[in-house]
């Protein structure tokens, strides 16, 4: 929606007056929904034994889980801001460029709301590796396929897709593996360095064009770190990340819980998201 948005009103602002409509816009449409989303209730939690959060963030899970999703970040989101220019280079203008990149935000809501169904079929390593390679395999395509249009835009609202479920996977890795007592702390340190390496992508495609000499080497190389991304997801899930004798439990797992969250707009007040 963005995208496409901000190509038009380029046309008539300036960048700062493009910036403020945009933010103006998005707190008229957000901060009520915080106001409203907020006062839903915690789901109860049933606490067993601890995991230290010192011990985890210095285990090899930990590690190997914050490498790999800080390098899936920085693949995720290079693709977002770079796509425009491949496809450009691709032969298309830059305005159907930026408005090719809006179904990838549709592609995105739609990821999201299928995650219910994929935590319910799968383990957390499995569903980690698969979405993580799926989104490397997607990016691999877009640098490979040169055309026409329409395969491109489709593979930006596949691209879309594996990132909206990328964000799930990401905001529910600490909760499927160590519980979610130490949630803040645990997640605040596997945040810091995705985060960091999520804001770099943007400006590290561009300057891989350069010196690859175009993006569409630059998504295949993305690609590739996908996958490696992928691979090392393997080894970020401890042993006992599955026995409920180790670590807090909820009655109804937390990425199942956000997975009917995205798809199910819960009333103010309502207890249903509690346990039963």
Same mark, same amino acid.
């Given at each position: 929606?963005?995208?496409?948005?901000?190509?038009?009103?380029?046309? @008539?602002?300036?960048?700062? =007056?493009? @910036?403020?409509?945009?933010? *103006?816009?998005?707190?008229?449409?957000?901060?009520?929904? $915080?106001?409203?989303?907020?006062?839903?209730?915690?789901?109860?939690?049933? $606490?067993?034994?601890?995991?230290?959060?010192?011990?985890?963030?210095?285990?090899?899970?930990?590690?190997?889980?914050?490498?790999?999703?800080?390098?899936?970040?920085?693949?995720?989101?290079?693709?977002?801001?770079?796509?425009?220019?491949?496809?450009?280079?691709?032969?298309?203008?830059?305005?159907? /460029?930026?408005?090719? &990149?809006?179904? =990838?935000?549709? %592609?995105?809501?739609?990821?999201?709301? *299928?995650? %219910?169904?994929?935590?319910?079929?799968?383990?957390?390593?499995?569903?980690?590796?698969?979405?993580?390679?799926?989104?490397?395999?997607?990016?691999?395509?877009? %640098?490979?396929?040169?055309?026409?249009?329409?395969?491109?835009? /489709?593979?930006?609202?596949?691209?879309?897709?594996?990132? =909206?479920?990328?964000?799930?996977?990401?905001?529910?890795?600490?909760?499927?593996?160590?519980?979610?007592?130490?949630?803040?702390?645990?997640?605040?340190? &596997?945040?810091?360095?995705?985060?960091?390496?999520?804001?770099?992508?943007?400006?590290? =495609?561009?300057?891989?064009?350069?010196?690859?000499?175009? @993006?569409?080497?630059?998504?295949?190389?993305?690609?590739?770190? *996908?996958?490696?991304?992928?691979?090392?997801?393997?080894?970020?899930?401890?042993?006992?990340? #599955?026995?409920?004798?180790?670590?807090?439990?909820?009655?109804?797992?937390?990425?199942?819980?956000?997975?009917?969250?995205?798809?199910?707009?819960?009333?103010? %007040? #309502? #207890?249903?998201?509690?346990?039963?």
């Amino acid at each position: 929606m963005f995208a496409p948005l901000t190509a038009v009103l380029n046309t @008539y602002l300036d960048w700062r =007056g493009t @910036y403020l409509l945009l933010a *103006g816009f998005l707190a008229v449409t957000t901060i009520p929904l $915080h106001l409203w989303g907020l006062r839903l209730p915690w789901p109860q939690i049933e $606490h067993e034994t601890e995991h230290h959060p010192s011990a985890v963030a210095r285990s090899r899970p930990f590690l190997v889980l914050t490498i790999a999703m800080s390098l899936a970040a920085f693949s995720v989101y290079a693709v977002v801001v770079n796509l425009v220019p491949l496809l450009i280079e691709r032969g298309m203008s830059t305005s159907t /460029a930026a408005v090719a &990149l809006g179904p =990838g935000g549709v %592609g995105q809501v739609l990821g999201r709301l *299928g995650y %219910g169904r994929l935590t319910a079929k799968t383990s957390v390593r499995t569903r980690t590796a698969l979405v993580l390679f799926a989104s490397a395999v997607i990016t691999t395509l877009l %640098g490979v396929v040169p055309g026409p249009a329409l395969l491109l835009i /489709a593979g930006a609202v596949l691209a879309g897709v594996a990132r =909206g479920i990328f964000t799930l996977v990401q905001a529910t890795a600490i909760t499927d593996r160590w519980g979610a007592v130490h949630y803040g702390r645990l997640s605040g340190l &596997l945040a810091v360095p995705v985060t960091l390496t999520a804001a770099i992508a943007p400006w590290a =495609g561009s300057a891989m064009a350069s010196w690859f000499g175009g @993006y569409p080497a630059v998504f295949i190389v993305l690609g590739a770190i *996908g996958v490696l991304a992928a691979g090392l997801s393997a080894a970020s899930v401890p042993r006992q990340s #599955s026995s409920s004798a180790t670590r807090p439990r909820t009655r109804r797992s937390i990425s199942s819980r956000i997975g009917r969250t995205a798809s199910m707009p819960w009333p103010a %007040g #309502s #207890s249903s998201c509690q346990s039963r």
